[in-house]
């Protein structure tokens, strides 16, 4: 079994920053991704963010050049700077092992006001 612990999400006015942290424990040999997504309130949830075990990263469009995902051993951080209104979202944590293998955080509130 696989937990996932997130932390670091809060409230922060337009323009200012939060760091997500998620922990990652459990019967994990290795994996193929991490990553942050995001569901708002009457949306469907959508990728934020994923970095691969080598390293590489890939951002959704609509935070490219803002956030910033890292990892250290099985914790995975998304560092997110010029924050907007439209990022308010429940942020969740995915570690994808392999098919059949994947899992979730509990969720993390993140809401900017404007």
């Known amino acids: 079994q696989v937990q996932l612990v997130e932390s670091g999400g809060g409230l922060v006015q337009a323009g200012g920053s939060l760091r997500l942290s998620c922990a990652a424990s459990g019967s994990i040999f290795s994996f193929n991704a991490m990553g942050w997504y995001r569901q708002a309130p009457g949306k469907q949830r959508e990728l934020v963010a994923t970095i691969s075990s080598g390293g590489t990263t890939n951002y959704a469009d609509s935070v490219k050049g803002r956030f910033s995902i890292s990892r250290a051993k099985n914790t995975v951080y998304l560092q997110m700077n010029s924050l907007k209104p439209e990022d308010t979202a429940v942020y969740y944590c995915?570690?994808?092992?392999?098919?059949?293998?994947?899992?979730w955080g509990q969720g993390t509130q993140v809401t900017v006001s404007s």
């Open positions: 995915n570690i994808y092992i392999r098919a059949g293998f994947d899992y």
